[in-house]
C-alpha cells in the first residue's frame, strides 16, 4: 500500500484537494492522509470546504493560524516534520504556492521524503510575490512536478527541470468546476440572496497581497468598483485579509451604492456567482480560470498573470489597479467579450493522472 501524506493549509489548495482526494479514495493500492496547516481557520476560509466538497477530515490540524511569513513558515515547518517523523508516509503531496507548500516542500525533502508538486512551473516573474518565492523553492525541491499546462512544463525546462519527473496533467481546477457545474446550476439562490440577475452583475474578488497592502492600489479598486456599480451591481465576497487592509486604510468597502460586500462565499455558490456574472474581476489564480470554465470574461486586477493562455486567448485581460477610471475602464469594457476555443487546461482528468503517476512512480521506484 502507498501512503501519500497531503498537505494543504489555504483555500485554494481544499478544493484542489477533494477533487484529488476523491481520486485517491477512488484508487486501489494507495491511502491518503491529509494535514491541515491552520493556515486559514475562519469557517468561511476552511471548514466549510470540507463540509460541502465533502474533503476527508485531515488526520493533523496545526493550528499554525496567521503571522509573519517567516514566523507562519517556521511554525508549520517545525510542526510538519513531528507529524512526518511518526508518520513516516512513502509521499508528500503539496498544493500551489502558499506558505503551506514550502513549509510542506521543504519538510518532507530534509527527511527524505519524495514530494510531489500539483500545479508545478507556474511563474509570475515577479519575486516580490511571496507566492513566487514558493513555488520556485518548491518546483526544485519536489521529486514529481504535475504542470497543469504547457507553459508550466516550458518554465520548468528553462529552469533544468525535465524529464519523467514532469507530467502534465491539466489542471485539478477544471476537474473541481467540472464535477460541481450541476450542483453550481442548482444554486439559483445565490444571485437572489445578492439581489442580482443572471448576467446583470460584476463579481469582485481581491487578495492578493500588492493589492491589499497597498492603500492606493486598494482605493483605486475600491472606488473603481463604485464607479462600475453606477452601471451594474458589484459582488464582493471579501476575503478576510482585504477586511482587514481596508479597515486600516479607513476605507469603507460597503459604502458605495450597488456594491455588495459580502463574507467569503462557499465553493458551490461561488460557482454560481461566477457562471451568470457579466465580468468577473479578481487578483485570484483560480478565479481567473474558472471565469473561464463558465465562459465568462474577466478582468485581472494585477500587473502580471501565471495563467497567461486566457490572455493570449483573449478571455482575460490585465489591469494594473492604477487608477479608479483605468479599473472602471476595463471592467465595463470586458462586457460581452468571448475569446478563442480551446482546452489549455487539460481534459478534466488531471485528478486521475496525479494518482497515476504517483504509483507508476512509485511502482518504478521501488518505494512501495
Ligand atoms: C494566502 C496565500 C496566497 C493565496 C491565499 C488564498 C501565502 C503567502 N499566501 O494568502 O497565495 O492566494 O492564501 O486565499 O501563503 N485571515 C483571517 N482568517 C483566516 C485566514 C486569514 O482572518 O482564516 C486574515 C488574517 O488577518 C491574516 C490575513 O488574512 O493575517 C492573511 O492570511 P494569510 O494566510 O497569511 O495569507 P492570504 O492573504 O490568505
Ligand atoms: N472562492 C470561494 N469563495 C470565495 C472566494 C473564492 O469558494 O468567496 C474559491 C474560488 O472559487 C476558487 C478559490 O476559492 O476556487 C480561489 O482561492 P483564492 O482566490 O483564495 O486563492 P488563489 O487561487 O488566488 O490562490
Given at each position: 500500500m502507498l501512503r501519500v501524506l497531503t498537505v494543504v493549509g489555504a483555500r485554494p489548495q481544499f478544493i484542489k484537494a477533494a477533487a484529488v482526494s476523491r481520486a485517491f479514495a477512488k484508487a486501489t493500492g494507495v491511502e491518503e492522509s491529509i494535514l491541515h496547516t491552520g493556515q486559514h481557520y475562519d469557517d468561511a476560509m476552511s471548514e466549510q470546504f470540507f463540509r460541502e466538497l465533502k474533503i476527508p477530515t485531515p488526520c493533523w490540524n496545526l493550528g499554525v493560524g496567521s503571522s509573519s511569513h517567516g514566523a507562519q513558515t517556521g511554525r508549520m515547518l517545525e510542526q510538519i516534520e513531528a507529524v512526518l517523523l511518526e508518520a513516516r508516509p512513502d509521499w508528500v503531496l503539496v498544493y500551489g504556492d502558499t506558505n503551506s507548500t514550502l513549509a510542506g516542500a521543504l519538510a518532507s525533502v530534509k527527511l527524505h521524503i519524495p514530494v510531489a508538486h500539483v500545479e508545478a512551473g507556474l511563474r509570475s516573474f515577479n519575486r516580490r510575490m511571496p507566492e513566487e518565492i514558493n513555488r520556485v523553492l518548491t518546483d526544485h525541491a519536489a521529486d514529481l512536478l504535475f504542470a497543469p499546462t504547457e507553459t508550466a512544463v516550458k518554465n520548468l525546462a528553462d529552469e533544468g527541470?525535465?524529464?519523467?519527473?514532469?507530467?502534465?496533467?491539466?489542471?485539478v481546477m477544471y476537474d473541481v468546476a467540472l464535477a460541481s457545474r450541476e450542483d453550481a446550476a442548482r444554486m439559483g439562490d445565490a444571485l437572489h440572496r445578492f439581489g442580482v440577475k443572471p448576467g446583470g452583475f460584476v463579481l469582485a474578488t481581491v487578495h492578493r497581497a500588492e493589492n491589499t497592502d497597498d492603500p492606493e492600489r486598494l482605493r483605486n479598486l475600491v472606488h473603481g468598483f463604485a464607479i462600475v456599480a453606477r452601471q451594474l451591481p458589484v459582488v464582493m465576497p471579501l476575503h478576510p485579509r482585504t477586511r482587514a487592509s481596508a479597515e486600516a486604510s479607513g476605507?469603507?468597502?460597503?459604502?458605495?451604492?450597488?456594491v455588495v460586500v459580502t463574507e467569503p462565499v462557499g465553493y458551490i455558490e461561488m460557482a454560481a456567482l461566477e457562471s451568470e456574472a457579466a465580468v468577473v474581476a479578481t487578483d485570484s489564480g483560480g478565479v481567473q480560470k474558472e471565469a473561464y470554465f463558465h465562459g465568462r470574461p474577466c478582468v485581472t486586477l494585477r500587473d502580471e498573470t501565471e495563467w497567461v493562455e486566457l490572455v493570449q486567448m483573449g478571455w482575460n485581460t490585465l489591469c494594473p489597479p492604477n487608477s479608479p477610471a483605468a479599473v472602471a475602464e476595463a471592467v465595463l469594457g470586458a462586457i460581452g467579450r468571448k475569446g478563442a476555443e480551446g482546452?489549455?487546461?487539460?481534459?478534466?482528468?488531471a485528478s486521475e493522472l496525479i494518482v497515476e503517476g504517483l504509483l507508476a512512480r512509485s511502482a518504478t521506484s521501488g518505494s512501495v
Open positions: 527541470l525535465t524529464g519523467e519527473k514532469v507530467v502534465n496533467c491539466g489542471d476605507l469603507d468597502l460597503g459604502a458605495h451604492a450597488g482546452t489549455p487546461y487539460g481534459e478534466g482528468r
